[in-house]
């Protein structure tokens, strides 16, 4: 009972890593935009008075990558996700054996009685 709960804890603890460190990015990634955006009126730089946009999508775009980790991809397909598709594999793979075997053991009785 007490090895659950310290499983539970530690996978909560570490949900509640991820999640901060996805605040942490979209904070972040706010200023950073918000910089970017003062850098480029104050400085008005022949470039392109809107160079930061493309910075910026490409961040956003990391964003949304991180976000979907944390938010998708590690709430469904987490440790318990994988044990239970190998036990299910597993269950298969005995299931296949156990017809080959009844599917042999009829055709290895005719080959013994001969």
């Not at 935009?33 to 493309?54: K, N, R």
């Not at 490409?58 to 964003?63: A, D, N, P, Q, V």
């Amino acid at each position: 009972m007490e090895k659950d709960l310290k499983k539970l804890y530690t996978y909560a603890r570490q949900r509640i890593r991820q999640k901060k460190k996805l605040y942490f990015h979209f904070v972040l990634f706010l200023f950073g935009c918000l910089l970017m955006f003062v850098t480029a009126v104050l400085l008005q730089t022949g470039i392109s008075d809107y160079w930061f946009l493309g910075i910026a999508c490409g961040w956003f775009f990391i964003l949304l990558l991180h976000f979907s980790k944390v938010y998708i991809k590690d709430r469904f397909m987490n440790k318990a996700w994988e044990k239970e598709q190998i036990e299910n594999l597993i269950r298969r793979q005995r299931n296949r054996i156990q017809q080959l075997e009844t599917k042999v053991k009829p055709d290895s009785e005719y080959i013994k009685s001969e």
